[in-house]
């Protein structure tokens, strides 16, 4: 990842509303030491754009229609390989959305009420 301010902390954006993903892309476009590099609304997506834009780290929706089609560890071992970290978010903060986020290999799960004010610090504590 990043360590200096010349080169910007890549990110996408996976989150199945489509309101939620601008205004998280919004949030981040607004920093000049963070680009978003895509953005997308399912699990697969994530993996694939993952794999091909080789992000610093991704914003991770935990509750996606193809949830159940998506082993979590399949996530965590996919992004590991990668070299790429994860954040977690989610409207509920109960104990199995903190087990699926630990599930997934997040770094953090982040109440999707509190993002403006959490997103970019996470962001910047992995980078």
Do not use: Y
């Amino acid at each position: 990842m990043p360590t200096g301010s010349a080169t910007p902390i890549r990110v996408i954006v996976a989150d199945d509303t489509a309101i939620v993903r601008r205004s998280i892309c919004d949030l981040l476009k607004a920093r000049k030491d963070i680009v978003v590099v895509g953005e997308c609304a399912d699990f697969a997506r994530a993996l694939q754009m993952a794999q091909e834009l080789r992000p610093h780290v991704v914003i991770l929706d935990l509750h996606m229609p193809d949830q159940t089609q998506v082993v979590s560890a399949h996530i965590k071992e996919r992004f590991q390989a990668l070299g790429i970290a994860s954040i977690a978010i989610s409207i509920w903060s109960d104990p199995e959305t903190a087990a699926l986020a630990e599930g997934v290999g997040a770094a953090a799960l982040l109440n999707k009420m509190e993002i403006g004010e959490e997103l970019i610090p996470a962001i910047i504590r992995l980078a």
